[in-house]
């Protein structure tokens, strides 16, 4: 019975997760992309991973000098110390015999006698893992494609029965014909393939992707990953959950801390499902997701906000004029916000700060509430992506394995009336929808709330009148003297004592 074979990091945690597991030990690969793909920062991270769990590296440069590679290793906050770097040609010593010819021009420079001085390099110090950069240097000294794959090849067998994982790294220079030949050949020969892909878009930053092209004999998540390349090197954000189902539902309600509220949605909201807040801007979506938050505070369990419209200073304000004591449990960490900018800002990058911020903190404490603030806002912070439902439903799903109660805030177009649209429908995705209106009585403007839809358990199916105090939100008796209340346009008959006393003015 042949033995399991090795599998080894590639530096980033969530690639390892894609290619389940990482690379195969003592194998080639091929990583490739255009110049700013993020190759470099790749193979410098892998180098480091081996470094620190005592694993020799190597770094073959034949496109970059060592105090380029030093100046991305500052950049990122490395030390490239325990690494050795193999340059193709000594600059000093070009420099001293005033060589004038060109560092990669093959009449002056043989391709064997370039391969020798690097297989005496890993013969010399035994490295556990190489990084070969770049073969577009590779293809000019060869000179013909035949001589290409026959030296690849042959670089392909020295390494693999040295010991070495090694990572070939290859800038795809040259569009023709060709080229493009070459690039197919030299897939085949590795046992696995990386590609680095960059897109700017007419707005925000420009993307970058990752795709696993190809990893021989075993299973990877296929499709494009995002990639966000800052200081402390590459960040991988796969597009879909990779998890399996961790959490059994022990059909726990979670109360709201409002008990009238709690009435209305049939004594709370059960445990994994997800809840779709939709209304006019405005009409008090956001605090009631706040009061399910503050009320999960108050039991010593997390709640996280995600912000694409709020401010920081905002959300303080509103909370702050409810009545809920926001400050104390933000500075505990029991309610975190995070800000998203418009353009900034990915699916798949989004989806891992969710998967981040659930985990359990310092103390142990679990996220019980999850509120996406707003979908709109969500939709509109990401203009060039598709398919963000679908990839919404992923991270819903995510929430609800894991027994998480999540909110999502959509603001509908218009505020009165049959006048009003809603920008999408997600209905269909929620567990639970909670309706807010505006409606008009006796001269004034009035807030209305109803449960339209629950996938579990029972629920009210009124009217209520809804009120927003310094003491937090008021929930009032059924309108059952009003009809039309959740077009916007009701007809009163009856008398009107449903209705919330406001300052005795109203009656």
């Known amino acids: 019975m042949s033995q399991p074979e090795q599998q080894i990091s590639t530096g980033i945690d969530t690639l390892d997760d894609i290619m389940h597991g990482g690379l195969t030990a003592d194998r080639l690969y091929l990583i490739e992309g255009y110049p700013g793909t993020g190759k470099t920062t790749l193979a410098i991270q892998f180098l480091l991973d081996g470094a620190a769990k005592g694993e020799r590296g190597l770094y073959v440069s034949l496109s970059e000098t060592r105090d380029e590679l030093e100046g991305v290793a500052v950049s990122h906050g490395w030390s490239l110390e325990g690494i050795d770097i193999h340059e193709l040609v000594d600059q000093e010593k070009l420099t001293q015999e005033q060589s004038q010819y060109t560092m990669f021009e093959p009449s002056e420079i043989e391709l064997g006698v370039t391969i020798d001085g690097v297989l005496e390099k890993v013969q010399a110090i035994q490295p556990k893992r190489v990084v070969f950069d770049s073969l577009s240097e590779m293809r000019l000294l060869a000179q013909s494609p035949l001589r290409y794959r026959r030296q690849i090849l042959a670089l392909k067998q020295f390494f693999v029965g040295r010991g070495c994982t090694t990572l070939m790294l290859d800038d795809k220079s040259g569009g023709d014909m060709a080229a493009d030949l070459n690039d197919q050949q030299l897939q085949s020969i590795a046992h696995g393939v990386i590609r680095l892909e960059q897109l700017l878009n007419h707005y925000g930053a420009e993307r970058r992707y990752l795709r696993v092209i190809k990893h021989r004999g075993r299973d990877f998540v296929g499709g494009t990953h995002d990639v966000l390349l800052k200081r402390g090197g590459m960040q991988v954000y796969p597009r879909k959950t990779i998890e399996s189902p961790q959490w059994l539902s022990t059909g726990n309600l979670i109360s709201s801390g409002n008990p009238e509220l709690d009435s209305l949605i049939g004594g709370g909201l059960m445990e994994g499902t997800s809840t779709l807040l939709l209304g006019p801007a405005g009409v008090g979506k956001s605090s009631t997701a706040t009061q399910f938050a503050i009320a999960a505070a108050e039991r010593g369990e997390r709640a996280v906000f995600f912000e694409f419209e709020e401010s920081q200073h905002a959300f303080l304000q509103r909370s702050r004029g409810l009545g809920f004591e926001i400050d104390q449990y933000i500075e505990s960490g029991l309610i975190e916000l995070h800000q998203f900018s418009a353009g900034e800002t990915t699916p798949a990058g989004f989806a891992s700060q969710v998967r981040q911020a659930i985990k359990p903190d310092a103390q142990g404490r679990k996220a019980t509430i999850v509120t996406i603030d707003s979908l709109n806002g969500f939709l509109n912070s990401m203009p060039h992506e598709q398919f963000l439902l679908i990839q919404l439903n992923d991270i819903l799903q995510m929430l609800g394995r894991h027994g998480i109660v999540s909110f999502l805030i959509t603001a509908q177009h218009g505020m009165l009336g049959t006048a009003m649209k809603t920008p999408l429908d997600a209905s269909y995705m929620a567990d639970n929808v909670l309706l807010f209106r505006y409606f008009e009585s006796n001269g004034a403007i009035r807030q209305a709330i109803s449960m339209v839809k629950k996938r579990t358990g029972r629920h009210e199916r009124t009217i209520r009148e809804f009120l927003l105090t310094d003491r ?25 004592e449903d209705l919330i006393k406001r300052g005795g003015k109203d009656a």
């Not at 937090?472 to 009107?496: C, E, K, M, W």
């Open 472 to 496: 937090g939100l008021s929930i009032g008796s059924p309108l059952a003297d009003f009809h039309g209340v959740l077009s916007g346009t009701p007809s009163y008959q009856g008398n009107r």
